[in-house]
């Protein structure tokens, strides 16, 4: 009986000291993982790094975004436009090298005489970011600054500017909208219809209000060489010779 305990005794004290040497932080051996252990554990332990300047960087290798202008054509001549009732203008562009969209554009025409900006289609309201074209009305403008005592059109030359939220003066950035002021018009008022002999009037008329009697005489003879011309060819079967001559 004793011997069958001490045995017994004996197995409990092994698996004790088995089990002990194990979980004790101070043992020589530690378990080992298996391949498939260490596949799952791996990302885990080491995820995988991401770069977050890569789209960043990425901007800085691409050219300053920005539009060119469609409308007018961009020829060597300057564009002319009239400012009277009806008379609209139309100005359109492309899109180049954009990454990002502006959320809104505004456009102004700077002019060059008086150094004023007006408002096409001014902040706040604008227009929206992804917009290709603009229709300005010079004279409604002209008539509502003239009510509300603004600054009036001149006869002069402007420059167009077009830029987006981030301001007009907003620097050139990688794919980013930049400010355009490229194109350059010019504006006119048309002159009042003069009748014909309010004209001859004013040409015979010298400086000093006297009337010039050489330049009476030189429009009587335009006058009997324009009724010669009239009598030759009005009357058929008269020779080119016939008639009478100056």
């Excluded at 469609?70 to 008379?87: L, M, N, W």
């Amino acid at each position: 009986m004793f011997g069958v305990g001490a045995r017994e005794y004996g197995g409990e004290y092994a698996r004790y000291v088995q089990a002990t040497a194990v979980a004790s932080p101070t043992a020589k051996s530690t378990p080992s993982l298996s391949s498939s252990q260490r596949i799952a554990i791996t990302p885990t332990l080491f995820p995988r790094q991401t770069s977050s300047s890569s789209s960043s960087s990425g901007d800085d290798e691409l050219p300053a975004g920005g539009l060119t202008v469609t409308q007018p054509a961009q020829t060597a001549d300057e564009s002319f436009y009239k400012i009277a009732a009806h008379e609209t203008i139309t100005f359109g562009w492309s899109f180049t090298s954009l990454k990002t969209q502006p959320s809104r554009l505004f456009v102004v025409a700077s002019c060059s005489q008086n150094g004023y900006t007006y408002p096409i289609a001014a902040s706040p309201s604008g227009i929206a970011g992804d917009a290709t074209s603009v229709t300005w009305y010079p004279y409604g403008y002209r008539m509502s600054a003239l009510a509300n005592g603004q600054p009036d059109l001149l006869a002069a030359t402007y420059r167009l500017i077009i830029y987006d939220e981030q301001g007009i003066s907003a620097a050139a950035r990688g794919g980013q909208f930049s400010p355009s002021n490229a194109l350059q018009f010019a504006m006119y008022f048309p002159q009042a219809y003069t009748p014909l002999a309010r004209e001859s009037e004013i040409l015979l008329t010298s400086q000093n209000g006297h009337v010039d009697h050489a330049v009476v005489l030189q429009w009587c003879l335009i006058a009997l060489q324009s009724l010669r011309r009239s009598y030759v060819h009005c009357s058929p079967g008269h020779s080119p010779h016939s008639g009478f001559f100056l």
